[in-house]
């Protein structure tokens, strides 16, 4: 598929997710907000669900793409830069809300269909994989403490998704902002080294 096409398809599976929702969605309301007709996208994905698993992995690839354009910055940086997207801000919360509800649904879908709850599996496990990178890459550069990178990439990807969660279900508008201020106070500033630290650090060698 030419890769203009392909972007088409995939942008308008988002726009066509906030609007309607994944419980609705159809075929037609993504060839609709495609500007395309539905027999293009049938040439393209047998069914909706093929469609949607297309969509799930077009999102964690821009995920990669978006994380590799951070590589010059530093890991605290990455860091909190992760945590800072994943808190809506003001112009965006409406298209977070309504794309994070039928994310949501869809992923209830999971437990029944192979095909999301793979998809889904290799999207956080590289997200998880990604974070659990940076701070390997802040250990080695004496910027965090020995931790497990592993374990803490988990605490952090699974406290800021369930915010969403807790936001987009029970309407707790606030989770997010609570959430990566709680991270800030209690993780971060516990997993950076002290400057003291450092040039204990720096003494011993």
């Known amino acids: ?40 996208l049938h040439y393209h994905y047998d069914t909706k669900q093929d469609l949607l698993v297309a969509f799930l992995r077009y999102l964690i690839e821009r995920f990669e793409e978006r994380f ?19 808190v809506p801000d003001d112009d965006g919360e409406d298209d977070y809300d309504r794309f994070g509800l039928a994310i949501m649904e869809l992923r209830m879908q999971a437990p029944y269909e192979d095909a999301y709850r793979e998809q889904l599996r290799t999207n956080e496990a590289v997200i998880r994989s990604r974070l659990a990178d940076v701070v390997r890459d802040g250990i ?13 990439a988990r605490l952090v990807f699974d406290a800021l998704d369930g915010a969403r969660s ?3 279900t029970v309407g707790a508008d606030e989770a997010p902002a609570e959430v990566a201020a709680a991270l800030d106070e ?13 040039d204990e650090g720096d003494e011993t060698e």
């Open 1 to 40: 598929m030419p890769t203009d096409v392909h972007e088409t398809m995939m942008e308008a599976t988002y726009r066509a997710l906030c609007a309607n929702g994944f419980a609705s969605l159809t075929m037609q309301d993504i060839a609709d907000e495609a500007d395309k007709s539905t027999s293009l």
């Open 68 to 86: 590799e354009d951070t590589e010059d910055e530093g890991p605290e940086e990455r860091l909190r830069g992760f945590v800072s997207r994943m």
């Open 140 to 152: 080695e550069e004496g910027v965090f403490r020995e931790v497990d990178p592993d374990r803490t």
């Open 166 to 168: 807790e936001r987009v």
């Open 186 to 198: 209690f993780v971060f500033s516990s997993l950076l080294v002290a400057e003291g630290e450092a």
